[in-house]
């Protein structure tokens, strides 16, 4: 089995449905991972939180939230720069 490092364990999210993202947080969790982070950007943060919130629910009472980081990144666009919101909700087992 391979043990995975703490930047092999970071799960973006977008536009897939939230069973997809909640299914990638448990195997890097059986895979060995000892903290996972979900990440998103602008209009799926509210899905991240959904991922979040049905891991700890229904598949994982164990897993812990970290402290959650709001940032913003500035996205070349178009017409200019546009700024993004990010999340970034740390995880522990």
């Given amino acids: 089995m391979k043990r995975l490092d703490s930047k092999d364990s970071t ?5 897939k449905q939230p069973m997809s ?3 990638a947080v448990i195997t890097q969790f059986q895979n060995g991972a000892k903290e ?6 602008g209009r799926v ?8 919130e049905i891991l700890k629910n229904k598949f994982m ?14 996205v070349k ?7 993004v919101s990010v999340i970034t909700i740390p995880l522990t087992k």
């Fill in 11 to 15: 799960i973006y999210v977008g536009s």
């Fill in 21 to 23: 993202y909640v299914l």
């Fill in 36 to 41: 996972v982070t979900v990440k998103a950007r």
């Fill in 45 to 52: 943060i509210s899905r991240a939180v959904d991922v979040v």
């Fill in 61 to 74: 009472n164990d897993v812990k939230v970290g402290k959650i980081e709001t940032s913003t990144d500035i």
């Fill in 77 to 83: 666009g178009e017409k200019g720069d546009v700024n």
